[in-house]
């Protein structure tokens, strides 16, 4: 039995030995948000030179998880915001533009000019799986920030989504290292044999 556990416990390191580190989650809930494996990154760009500040939204695709889609609008949150122009997007996916302050609904933007949401549309990104791409978006925003968020109601599955920065439903869950966690079965069942007593 003795012989048995010591092999086991061999096994076991050794197979955490060839076990690649599991890639850890790199949305920060601070900036970031996740639906059907695209996330939806904020980033501060620096100031505008006229009282403003440039906010770069970006839209990685590579994670993909749900069925064919393609997101042709969306809404950004930029909540106590004053003004917001779009003065950037990403090439080769046709020509996005700002139409005005409202929401996004599953038929594309909804313009009721208020609110804190700027709904841009014109263009279109595949979100399908093994599409494989990220996209940045910059606008340039005036006013005192208080918070951020993505709504693009189209597509299937996870990829509808509307959500602030650091909402609790929108946090990515905390992956456990695999191979850390065969490092310590690993370890114990090493020392299982040593805990016998002797018989006198």
């Known amino acids: 039995m003795k012989k048995v556990l010591i092999f086991g416990a061999l096994v076991a390191l050794v197979c955490c ?48 998880s749900a069925g064919a889609a393609t997101m042709n609008s969306f809404a950004v949150k930029f909540e106590g915001a004053t003004s917001v122009s779009l003065t950037s997007f990403p090439g080769g996916t046709g020509s996005w533009v700002l139409e005005g302050q409202g929401p996004n609904s599953q038929n594309g933007c909804n ?7 700027y709904c841009v549309d014109g263009g279109g990104i595949d979100f399908g799986v ?47 290292p695999e191979p850390a966690s065969m490092l310590l079965l690993g370890l114990g069942l090493a020392g299982v044999p040593f805990l016998r007593r002797r018989r006198s």
């Open 130 to 176: 093994g599409s494989g791409g990220t996209f940045a978006f910059v606008f340039d925003v005036k006013g005192t920030i208080t918070a951020e968020g993505i709504q693009t109601m189209q597509g299937v599955g996870g990829y509808a989504i509307s959500c602030d920065i650091g909402d609790a439903e929108c946090k990515p869950p905390t992956n456990t």
């Open 111 to 117: 313009i009721v000019g208020s609110g804190p949401k």
């Open 17 to 64: 030995g060839f076990a690649g580190v599991a890639k850890a989650d790199t949305c920060d809930p601070s900036n970031c948000i996740t639906a059907g494996g695209v996330t939806y990154t904020f980033t501060t760009g620096g100031s505008d030179g006229s009282g403003g500040n440039f906010i770069t939204l970006t839209i990685d695709t590579t994670g993909a």
